[in-house]
């Protein structure tokens, strides 16, 4: 039995963000592709076991073991320490497409981090604006990012 549905809204979003961080860029790059990576966690501290290829045509995905995971994307372009861009469906597991842009300056010690999210597809309205929604996961990466580059920084000034 075949089911067809033809009311289908395609949806798109874009998330902008800026941090300013007090670190170095090259510190901040690092955390960043830390935290995309083996220390990509959820809001509530789970692994979410992240792996990414830091090079042109990498992959990011989620790696659970046993040639079992989710593809997130690839690594559009890359030029540490000021650019990552990545396409990909991300985590969304309907039809959808997203662009991610971390671009990095720094100025006097801090480093503006400005990142950019847009997607387009099938994209359930609760992703975007609702209780599930894609900002609440940005903000924590984010935040951790700044938290981490500076504990960093610290720690490095200390020695």
């Keep these: 039995m075949m089911a ?3 009311e289908q809204e395609i949806r798109t979003f874009e ?6 961080i007090a670190a170095s860029i090259e510190i901040v790059f690092e955390t960043l592709l830390e935290q995309l990576g083996p220390f990509n966690e959820t809001p509530d501290g789970t692994s979410l076991a992240m792996k990414i290829e830091a090079w042109p045509g990498g992959r ?4 659970l073991g046993n040639d079992a995971g989710h593809f997130w994307g690839h690594v559009q372009a890359i030029k540490p320490p000021a650019l990552l861009e990545i396409c990909g469906p991300l985590f969304m597991s ?7 842009q971390y671009r990095l300056t720094e100025e006097n010690g801090v480093t ?4 950019v999210h847009r997607a387009m597809g099938l994209i359930p309205q609760e992703h975007i604006d609702g209780s599930r929604s894609v900002n609440t996961g940005w903000n924590h990466l ?5 938290t981490r580059a500076e ?8 020695k």
């Design 4 to 6: 067809v549905s033809t």
């Design 15 to 20: 998330i902008v963000k800026e941090e300013s």
């Design 60 to 63: 990011w995905y989620r790696d």
């Design 94 to 100: 309907y039809p959808a497409m997203s662009n991610l």
């Design 112 to 115: 503006r981090l400005k990142f």
């Design 142 to 146: 984010m935040e951790r990012v700044r």
């Design 151 to 158: 504990s960093r920084k610290s720690a490095a000034g200390k």
